[in-house]
């Protein structure tokens, strides 16, 4: 076989066959084809696409092209979440001890990430010593003994897509839907759970603009997650505001221990229920949705979600009284409102412009050597189609830096408009797909 051949077929609209997709999966991460070849690949992929058949044998093939975590050490069914993110997106924190707090098992690799907040672990060492540097033995028999762990992603895990993502970064081939689904699904495949649940954002703050393209995204995954025997369901839900009101990674760590609390904001928590619930579900925790959301509120109203995660923070070193204790989370010397210049109502927050005001203060990385300032953020008062009265705090900005405050807060005014007329405002869940 050569690759020569197999770039030809696909610039001409040929399908490949599974052998033939093997044979440049292995030969790519072996380094045996060069990332010339396949640069050229990517691109008849991305104007020829790929057929069901061919998006499923690439999923596999990435899947299998490193280590692949064996959860059987754990018992029950083992139920993954995927966000494909967004401004505010801090579900993991909440949602993981709700689950774990009803039974399901929790077995979770997360990610730091570039972007306007550091990733699910980055907002975790807010608390002081929580590390996830530890081995597969032991994130195993955590998971047995409480229920819940998380661990960086090992290096191994989907080494083709890790390749491949960064080629295609470089190489406008990014945006292909068979493509991203692909990447995604290889990398929840290999990290072993018996199910996944997936959260598909649309809107401003979202990869996926469009509710359309969101949906296609999410039927092709689940399709990918069906196929491969893992019981596979997508929400599509709104990110064309910020979720929450927090955005920044301690001040997003506090906002999930207060919906653990009962005392979250209504959008975030409905988020967690809706998520929550479909993962009860895939666990056999709950045979309806009803009594899932039952569940899940019953473990924040007993308290028991708060002590999981606590119990949780402890296990991997972290200071626990924190959870009880958030203000003893890193916090910014800096608090400036951002004043509404008229009466009205919330028009919209552009979301990427409040992602940016979070990078600009610290919160996030531009590159993967910066440090993150985890006290730094901003937190919202309103949300779209909330009333606001004249001189009416908007936001508040968290910033250890002056320079930075100002500039930040001059570019997210601009990013919160405000409409004389009543506002609707828009719905968190828009579909849920749990077949293709
Ligand atoms: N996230 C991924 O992991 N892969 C993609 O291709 C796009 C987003």
Redesign the pocket.
Known sequence: MRMYDLIKKKRDGGVLTEDEIAYMIQGYTDGRIPDYQMSAMMMAMYYQGLNEAETLTLTMEMAHSGDLLDLSAIQGVKVDKHSTGGVGDKTSLALTPMVAACGVKVAKMSGRGLGHTGGTIDKLESFTGFHTDITTEQFLSQVNRIGIAIMGQTADLAPADKKL?AL?DVTAT?DQMS??AS??MS?KLAAGADAIVLDVKTGSGA?MKKEADAAALAREMVRIGNGAGRKTTAVITDMDQPLGYAVGNALEVREAIDTLSGSGPKDFLELCLTLGSHMLLAAGKADRTEQAREKLLGVIADGSAREKLAEFVAAQGGDADMVYHPERLPEAALKESIPAENDGYIEGIVCDEAGICSLMLGGGRETKEDVIDLSVGIVFHKKKGDAVRKGEAVATLHANDKAKLAAAKERLSRAVTISAEPVAKTPLIRQVITQA
């Open positions: 993502y295609r990014v493509l991203i990447s995604i990398k990869f």
